[in-house]
């Protein structure tokens, strides 16, 4: 099976992406390769910091790689967290904080839609693919469910009913953001 290097720290994200990926490829994470270090995301733009993860590792290691960056946009907030989603309640990347300060700051507003929106940069032999996947839903009055991570409990995708912190993985996989992407990746790959 082939190999794959998945530059995250983040558990969740490579259970996740190894439930799409199951017996097709074997994934990686930074850890198992070795490699002890958190890659920084410094730019605004969700495509660079992808690419930035995935260039890091393959000038590492020399190994076909992938690295994926997530933003939730709110229409309300002009698209806030956005890129900063991560850090924003500040340094800390406090998931309940920064749920706290995204309910405050939509308290008042009516337009509750919002999308996450997922870049995966593969590096193949050294070229570089993108690809996005984007999950259209809305923003909760309160957190629900205990399953998943981030900004799960408060996320319900379009004609779901329930939240992702209250789906199975591969319920959560069938309407994600980072389910679309991984499914497009996989197919580029096995068409390779
Ligand atoms: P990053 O891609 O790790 O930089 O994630 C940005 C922020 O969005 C972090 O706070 C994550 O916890 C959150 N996040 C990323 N993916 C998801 C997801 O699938 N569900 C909920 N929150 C997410």
Redesign the pocket.
């Known amino acids: 099976m082939q190999k794959l290097i998945f530059a995250t720290n983040?558990t969740h994200k490579a259970e996740e992406i190894r439930s799409v990926l199951e017996g097709q490829f074997t994934i990686i994470t930074l850890k198992e390769a070795g490699i002890d270090m958190d890659i920084p995301?410094p730019f605004d733009t969700l495509e660079e910091n992808a690419r930035q993860k995935a260039t890091t590792v393959y000038n590492l290691t020399g190994i076909s790689c992938f690295g994926?960056?997530?933003?939730?946009e709110t229409n309300a907030l002009d698209g806030e967290p956005g890129v900063k989603?991560?850090r924003y309640a500040g340094e800390e990347?406090d998931?309940t904080a920064?749920i706290e300060k995204l309910l405050d700051r939509l308290k008042d507003k009516t337009d509750r839609t919002a999308r996450?929106r997922t870049v995966i940069s593969l590096l193949l032999d050294g070229v570089e693919y993108q690809f996005e996947g984007i999950c259209e839903g809305s923003i909760t009055t309160r957190p629900r469910g205990g399953k998943?991570?981030?900004?799960?409990p408060v996320?319900i995708p379009n004609n779901a009913g329930h939240t992702?912190a209250e789906m199975s993985l591969p319920e959560k996989n069938q309407y994600?953001?980072?389910g679309k992407a991984m499914e497009q990746l996989m197919q580029f790959l096995i068409k390779k």
């Open positions: 983040n995301e994926e960056d997530t933003g939730l989603s991560a990347r998931f920064n996450f998943g991570f981030g900004y799960d996320f992702f994600s953001h980072r």
